[in-house]
């Protein structure tokens, strides 16, 4: 039962939302949930939006919402932003997505490579998960070695083998130290034989899993900032510590900055000053659109053109005319 103050608020919310309530009624008619995100649903409804407006929300009654989420930080302009409102309209225009390539691909590229200390060369893709995918696919494919290292808490996606150990339940939390914990009922066994689980921030124990595993491990995927642990930034020494290690051993560095580019124009690597060997970006870098990247090295990614790690998802054409 709802204490007295929480009772009433949601009185207050269900008198305020009746369209909400009738939409998501309607919903669960053709969406599981009523959604396509998980996230999104709250009890005992959520409010349907409308439309935004800068940093506000407005729903389908009426209702503005100040919006402390801004789409995950992705739409750091807020929304409805004139200029990527112009720039969008301009590219529809155009045309929305294309099997050949576009000029504006190669400006994007360029400029996040200037930004970010780990790119030389990189690939755009539909999602930040997509992203982590083919990075930790690369790491692989060149290393030869197809065991993942990846942190206790992390989260890097619904992909399947970062789909573990990453909202462990207490009961499962295993006190001699992290252990695979498969996300969802009937995930293949295989998934958690095939991935280490690191410790965060305490590197003595990671180094002790990844000597013990360097002959298996051929990827480390790490978010520097972790964003599930309330955008807790890794120890300095801790990432160099990490860095060195994964040197030592010939395991791929991947830095998920899906979320912490936002720290500085080159993310949480130039932040830190600890520069990985691939990295994957989200929707951030088409000002909220759903694209994403992964890059690094030259020689990191020359898996990639070759067809050895085949790769065919487009970017949608991004919202930069032509000159």
Known sequence: ????????????????????????????????GGSSR??????????????????????VDGNRYLDFMLNATSLVLGHGHPSIAEALGEQAHRGTAFSTPTVAQIRLARLLCERVPSLETMRFTNSGTEATLMAIRAAWA?????????????????????????????????????TPVPEYPGQPAGVGRD????????????ERLLRAHQEEIGCLIMEPIVSSFGYLPADAEFLQGIRKLTDELGIVLVFDEVQSIRVSPGGAQELFGVTPDLTAFGKIIGGGMPVGAFGGATSWLSTIPRERVAHASPMPAP???TP
């Open 38 to 59: 998980g996230t999104a649903y709250f009890s005992p409804y959520p409010f349907f939006a409308d439309k935004g407006e800068g940093h506000y929300v407005i729903d």
């Open 195 to 206: 991935v280490v689980v690191l410790p965060y921030n305490d590197l003595a124990a990671c």
């Open 1 to 32: 039962m709802a204490a007295p103050g929480l009772a009433r608020e949601i009185e207050r919310y269900l008198a305020r939302t009746p369209k909400s309530r009738a939409l998501q009624q309607e919903a669960e008619s053709v969406l599981p």
């Open 319 to 321: 919202s930069t005319p």
């Open 142 to 178: 060149f290393t030869g070695k197809s065991k993942l290292a990846k942190f206790e808490g992390g989260y890097h996606g619904a992909h399947e083998h970062v789909a573990v150990s990453v909202k462990t339940p207490a009961g499962k939390l295993d006190p001699a130290g992290p």
